[in-house]
């Protein structure tokens, strides 16, 4: 099965510095989908960001971006001038085109973000 | 309009009793799932259902079974709670299964005492 590694566990930064949350991931299938979720303090799962496999174009949306990189099998997720209100858990995940009912997530980064 | 709703959001009971989680979406969505989340945050799947169907069910414990009477509901019924059911339960729904991009409910944060 997948398997979606975030190695940072927890992360603190001060208002304003840049961070950058890592994803790794483990799939055999080549055709994949990848996927950024964010949990603030209040508990809802709110959807960030979608990337299929044969897209690896970078993305950027206001202060978040993401990047995509097959060869390092990573999707790691910056957020530039960060706020306190970027404080939250993030989720990296996965499903593969083959058993796409399946959504793997990772274990979370909990972000901390002090003013 | 929610697009995902579940009930109750919370939930104490003791241990031995039996409880249902209501899951409706109104999204249209062909996929529904639960997953669990402990007190480390760590997210698992538990079911999926596609189009009613079970498709994934990981490995839990046969106290926990869930229903779909239609696309729109995906209810999940747990018997003989036991301690180490604690946790918060997430209802969520994609348009096209892992393909696309999951809408989660608010949450059923379950306690057993």
């Known amino acids: 099965a997948q398997k979606v590694t975030q190695a940072q566990t927890e992360i603190s930064v001060v208002e304003k510095e840049d961070v950058t949350l890592d994803c790794v991931y483990e799939?055999?299938?080549?055709?994949?989908?990848l996927f950024w979720y964010k949990q603030p303090p209040s508990g809802e799962l709110v959807f960030l960001i979608r990337?299929?496999?044969?897209?690896?174009q970078n993305e950027i949306s206001g202060r978040y971006s993401w990047n995509f990189q097959k060869s390092t099998s990573s999707f790691n997720f910056t957020i530039t001038a960060s706020q306190v209100v970027d404080s939250a858990v993030y989720f990296c995940?996965?499903?593969?085109?083959?058993?796409?009912?399946?959504?793997?997530f990772g274990a979370g980064t909990r972000l901390t973000v002090k003013p | 309009d929610t697009a995902v709703s579940q009930t109750p959001k919370y939930l104490v009971t003791q241990m031995g009793n039996d409880k249902s989680i209501k899951c409706e979406q109104n999204?249209?969505?062909?996929?529904m799932y639960w997953y669990k989340q402990d007190s480390k945050k760590f997210l698992k799947i538990m079911f999926s259902?596609?189009?009613?169907?079970?498709?994934i069910n990981e490995t839990v414990p046969n106290r926990f079974s869930p229903k779909s009477p239609d696309k729109a509901h995906l209810n999940l019924h747990i018997n003989s709670l036991e301690l180490g059911d604690s946790a918060v339960y997430f209802c969520?729904?994609?348009?096209?299964?892992?393909?696309?991009?999951?809408?989660f409910g608010q949450g059923t944060r379950l306690t057993v005492v």
């Open positions: 969520a729904s994609s348009q096209e299964g892992g393909y696309t991009e999951a809408f």
């Open positions: 799939t055999r299938d080549t055709t994949y989908y």
């Open positions: 990337r299929n496999s044969f897209d690896e």
């Open positions: 995940a996965l499903s593969e085109a083959y058993n796409n009912n399946d959504m793997r």
């Open positions: 999204l249209g969505h062909d996929t």
């Open positions: 259902y596609n189009n009613k169907e079970l498709i």
